[in-house]
């Protein structure tokens, strides 16, 4: 299953106009073509992601003290999740405008 998402990783990176973002999409958009998304569903990475809503929710930091005590797993997943909602969210929006055109 791996082996097929850095496939389409280098195919799409290849492309002169890849963003990080479409990257992501081209690899989102194609998963359902070759396993069951399901199967990327995992209990600690559903924990990572309430964590961080809640954070944004309440604008409470996810660790005590400074930015520099913050662990660097958590910067980085914190930093992966965001990018990953705002792609999320931008994705609704275009679904939204096509949706207010079409009528």
Not at 40 to 65: M, R, V
Request: hydrophobic content about 30%; some cysteine.
């Amino acid at each position: 299953m791996y082996d097929y998402i850095n496939e389409i990783k280098h195919e799409s990176l290849q492309n002169i106009n890849s963003t990080s973002n479409s990257v992501l999409k081209d690899i989102f958009y194609q998963l359902p073509f070759f396993t069951c998304v399901n199967k990327f569903l995992n209990s600690t990475y559903q924990k990572d992601i309430s964590k961080y809503l809640y954070c944004e929710d309440t604008k409470t930091p996810a660790y005590e003290g400074s930015y520099g005590k913050t662990p660097l797993i958590w910067k980085e997943k914190h930093f992966l999740i965001k990018q990953a909602l705002s792609i999320l969210y931008q994705e609704k929006r275009d679904q939204i405008k096509r949706k207010q055109r079409g009528h």
